[in-house]
């Protein structure tokens, strides 16, 4: 019983984990209708960004939140840049966004390598956090609950952001139709600046949440944006709702295939994305056909 | 034409006295690298180049006849049995991915090709009674075609050269041939094509099948060359090296994926020597190409050299319209 618990709440903080992540990375795709293969690469810079921010990199010791919403803001800074240098040069031609952004994730790998070095750097949990919750028997830490807590948190921001904002609308316009977009006036290709930030920015700072669970090591980029695609093929691209259930999905799947069925771990994981590509590609509450 | 095959006869010549003008072995075994990684790019730039279907999961068919082969010879196979049930077990699986994969084309079969690479790596990785996992699969012993050994870099490498070869031979047959040119039609105007009565998923299933037997190829000669397979051969950055060799050399020509194959093997084996970030090199590389030359190397090389004549000439030609008349 206890041990069916565990694996459900920490399916469900992986999943949440997984939605920051992707919810970033479903907008990009959604929007500009590349796969952004940086993504992974974002989610490691914005961790290692952040450790350094929590040692004292700036002279100041910060603490665990200040040093994740500083890192997520300058891991947007660098997507912003990557996207006015890179991305806007090749405006139209998707095949080449996607290959730029191969060839970038090859170099973050390197840089971050290059700056934090090859040994994995845990990251401790926040003091206030450092706690346990006794419940049926089972012990769980209270991080992990507050990491779910997060999860909740963003994705209603992000929710609101989309529903109730004049650029949440402007961007769901762009996912739906971005021609239709450019005729009515809408600046398509200032969007997409202001998507790739955001995405960039969430990726970094799900990084640094992250921290704790999973430690940053090199490979953590090409560990997490496998991950990542699962999700947004399965919930559907451009869909908030899609990626928050296919977090939770994947979450579930993870968890409890590698608990389970470890020789099959990363089969089970992928033949869903497989199935849903060929029977059903626009995912489970994505619009448009990729 | 003669002096086309001039070229080939000499690059040919070329080719064969590779070990006998560098001494080293090392040397030798980076060459051997470049043809059979070369057979691994010719076999994706069929798909990519001339079928307009870019895949990032042709690791996964490098990796599946590479681990057929190690795993029967474990078991206790001949050679000949290891390689003729690796290219079987490659085109099995290759008719597999093709069969899911091409329900889509563009960025959708990017992904689909990225989900079964990952399965196929995933499954090598995890599936740890089977594969062992992390630790590999090590082969003892090379094979002897005809009675010569393989076991000295000069062997293996006289033994991969006469495959490299046969392979161009096919991939330029292949490109002559009416089914090379309706594969181009398929990607340039594959609606056209249909049209005309053309039956563009058969084109592409069977252009998927002649590149996944090359991959398989140089599947089978990577795992004697090193003699050991690992699960990190089939990972989502074998197939993005491989996309890279094919984009940076030039994807739809014969030579651009050879030259791209020797340009990634160079970087990681011989220029990592000497700069110790080469991985950010070659990423650089990558981004330098696909925004400024994205046509590939070879092509951008000859438009420039094409460019530099053609300047040269209207030079010459405006010098001699401006020189007064006798």
Redesign the interface.
Same mark, same amino acid.
């Given at each position: 019983m206890t041990f069916w618990l565990l694996l459900t709440v920490n399916s469900v903080t992986f999943g949440g984990l997984l939605f920051l992540l992707s919810a970033g990375f479903s907008l990009i795709f959604g929007l500009m209708?590349?796969?952004n293969l940086t993504h992974g690469s974002m989610f490691m810079v914005g961790a290692y960004l952040g450790t350094s921010l929590l040692s004292g990199a700036l002279g100041i010791t910060l603490n665990f939140w200040l040093a994740a919403v500083i890192g997520a803001v300058e891991v947007a800074l660098l997507g912003a840049l990557m996207e006015r240098l890179?991305l806007r040069? &090749?405006a139209g031609?998707?095949? @080449?966004q996607? =290959?730029?952004t &191969?060839?970038?994730?090859?170099? @973050?790998?390197? =840089?971050c390598?290059?700056g934090w070095g090859g040994d994995p750097i845990s990251v401790a949990t926040p003091p206030a956090l450092a706690g346990f919750l006794r419940f049926g028997g089972a012990v769980f830490p209270l991080y992990r609950l507050a990491v779910i807590l997060i999860a909740a948190v963003v994705a209603l921001a992000l929710w609101l952001m989309l529903e109730r904002t004049r650029l949440g609308a402007m961007i769901r316009a762009g996912v739906d139709d971005p021609q239709m977009a450019r005729v009515v006036g809408i600046r398509v290709s200032q969007l997409f600046t202001i998507v790739f930030a955001l995405g960039a920015g969430l990726a970094g700072f799900a990084g640094m949440i992250g921290g704790p669970i999973l430690s940053v090591y090199p490979g953590l980029d090409?560990d997490m944006?496998?991950l990542a695609?699962?999700v947004v093929?399965l919930g559907g691209t451009g869909s908030l709702l899609g990626s928050f259930v296919g977090s939770i999905i994947v979450g579930f799947i993870y968890n409890f295939g590698q608990a389970l069925l470890?020789?099959?771990?990363?089969?089970i994981?992928?033949?869903p994305?497989?199935l849903v590509?060929?029977l059903r590609?626009q995912g489970l509450f994505g619009g448009q056909v990729? | 034409m003669t002096g086309r095959r001039i070229g080939v006869a000499v690059a040919i010549l070329a080719l064969i006295a590779v070990p006998f003008v560098i001494g080293e072995v090392y040397y030798v075994n980076i060459a051997s690298q470049i043809l059979l990684y070369a057979i691994f790019a010719l076999g994706l730039n069929v798909l990519v180049g001339y079928a307009g279907l870019v895949s990032l999961g042709h690791a996964g068919l490098f990796g599946v006849a590479a681990y057929v082969t190690a795993y029967l010879l474990a078991a206790g196979y001949g050679h000949l049995v290891a390689i003729l049930a690796a290219i079987a077990a490659g085109l099995v699986v290759t008719a597999g991915f093709a069969a899911l994969a091409l329900r889509a084309t563009g960025i959708s079969f990017i992904m689909i090709s990225l989900a079964l690479g990952e399965i196929i790596w995933g499954l090598a990785y995890r599936w740890i009674s089977l594969t062992n996992g992390d630790n590999g699969i090590s082969v003892a012993t090379r094979p002897a075609p005809f009675g010569l050994p393989l076991t000295s870099a000069r062997g293996f490498y006289d033994a991969t050269l006469v495959v490299f070869l046969v392979a161009v031979a096919a991939c330029a047959i292949f490109v002559r041939s009416p089914f090379g040119a309706a594969l181009c039609g398929t990607r340039d105007q594959p609606r056209r094509m249909n049209t005309l009565g053309y039956h563009v998923w058969m084109i592409r299933f069977w252009a998927f099948m002649f590149s996944g037997l090359l991959t398989s190829v140089a599947g089978i000669l990577f795992v004697y060359y090193n003699e050991f397979i690992s699960p990190q051969a089939l990972a989502l950055t074998a197939s993005a090296e491989g996309l890279l060799m094919v984009i940076s050399g030039g994807a739809g020509t014969l030579l651009g994926p050879v030259i791209g194959a020797a340009l990634v093997v160079i970087v990681k084996n011989v220029v990592s020597a000497y700069v110790t970030r080469w991985n950010f090199m070659l990423g650089a590389i990558f981004v330098a190409i696909v925004v400024f030359m994205p046509e590939g190397l070879v092509p951008g090389a000859v438009r420039l050299w094409r460019s530099a004549w053609r300047a040269l000439s209207r030079r010459e030609a405006a010098v001699i319209a401006t020189r007064p008349q006798p």
């Open positions: 209708r590349i796969p890179l040069r &090749l031609q998707q095949l @080449a996607v =290959l730029v &191969l060839g970038v994730s090859f170099m @973050a790998a390197d =840089l390598l290059m090409q944006l496998p695609l699962v093929i470890p020789e099959l771990a990363y089969f994981l992928f033949l994305m497989v590509l060929a590609p990729l | -």
